[in-house]
Nanobody
Framework: QVQLVESGGGLVQAGVSLRLSCAAS????????MGWFRQVPRKEREFVAA????????AYGDSVQGRFTISGDNAKNTVYLQMKSLKPEDTAVYYC???????????????????WGQGTQVTVSS
């Protein structure tokens, strides 16, 4: 069993930076895939970023490429999502997710991930 707890969301103005955290327990983040997704009402969950520490690989959604960075602190068993130059369209509930597979490919589909956090709201005002 994996427990994921997100934090760091809030209300910010466009253009600023924000860092989300995802504290994991039950598995080490360095073993398998860790990802971030976001969701707005009446839309499907959107892939934001993911990492596979074992291979040192990362992947990003097109809408956040170059602005968001995923990273992990193995000692704290915590994954971060550093978000820069935030836009109103980044407003969403952000979810941390865990994919317990050793395959090298980083999945962008939410269906692939086994465990999810409860989400943290990020609201970007214009």
């Amino acid at each position: 069993q994996v427990q994921l707890v997100e934090s760091g969301g809030g209300l910010v103005q466009a253009g600023v930076s924000l860092r989300l955290s995802c504290a994991a327990s039950g598995r080490t983040i360095s073993t398998y895939h860790m990802g971030w997704f976001r969701q707005v009402p009446r839309k499907e969950r959107e892939f934001v970023a993911a990492m596979y520490s074992r291979l040192g690989s990362t992947a990003y959604g097109d809408s956040v490429q170059g602005r968001f960075t995923i990273s992990g602190d193995n000692a704290k068993n915590t994954v971060y999502l550093q978000m820069k130059s935030l836009k109103p369209e980044d407003t969403a509930v952000y979810y941390c997710a865990y994919y317990g597979s050793a395959e090298y490919r980083i999945p962008a589909s939410a269906d692939a991930y086994d465990y999810w956090g409860q989400g943290t709201q990020v609201t970007v005002s214009s």
